[in-house]
């Protein structure tokens, strides 16, 4: 069952449910899937996954925004349409998958110093595409080639 195929499923059971805000957050991602359809970078599954997660990433980032305006109301919707979405999302991975990772693409291109952060950064979030947080890999990275 291809990603589309699974949202118009659970788009049709949120219906039947009267759950509205989760019905935003689905249309939100069908809307999404159909603007890449139709746009030059084409619809493949790695398209998907990049529009879901800068779908997450923005919803996430308002929320932040409404939380330091003191309005939690708004943060709580954003969050859980956040949280729906990521569902839909590959399995995230740990720090410690992480970590390992970057231990073997550090030993990969031979990185020694922080100046090689360009090298590592590059073949690492090429290979945790989808799977981890840039943000994460970056510290990540940083911290380790800093304790070289």
């Known amino acids: 069952m291809t990603l589309e195929e699974k949202i118009n499923a659970d788009i049709k059971t949120a219906m039947l449910a009267k759950e509205a805000k989760k019905l935003e957050a689905l249309r ?5 899937i159909l603007l890449l359809k139709t746009s030059a970078e084409g619809h493949t599954t790695e398209s998907e996954t990049k529009a879901l997660q800068k779908m997450v990433k923005q919803r996430k980032e308002t929320a932040e925004l409404y939380i330091t305006q003191n309005r939690a109301d708004l943060a709580v919707d954003e969050t859980f349409q956040a949280n729906i979405i990521e569902a839909y999302l590959p399995k995230q991975m740990s720090e410690d ?8 693409i550090i030993a990969q ?3 020694s110093s922080p100046a090689d952060m360009g090298k590592v950064m590059g073949v690492a979030t090429k290979a945790m595409a989808g799977k981890a947080d840039g943000k994460l890999i970056s510290s990540m990275v940083k911290e380790m080639l800093s304790n070289k």
């Not at 998958?97 to 073997?104: F, R």
């Open 28 to 32: 939100a991602v069908k809307s999404a």
């Open 97 to 104: 998958e992480i970590k390992a990772e970057l231990t073997a």
């Open 109 to 111: 291109v031979g990185a």
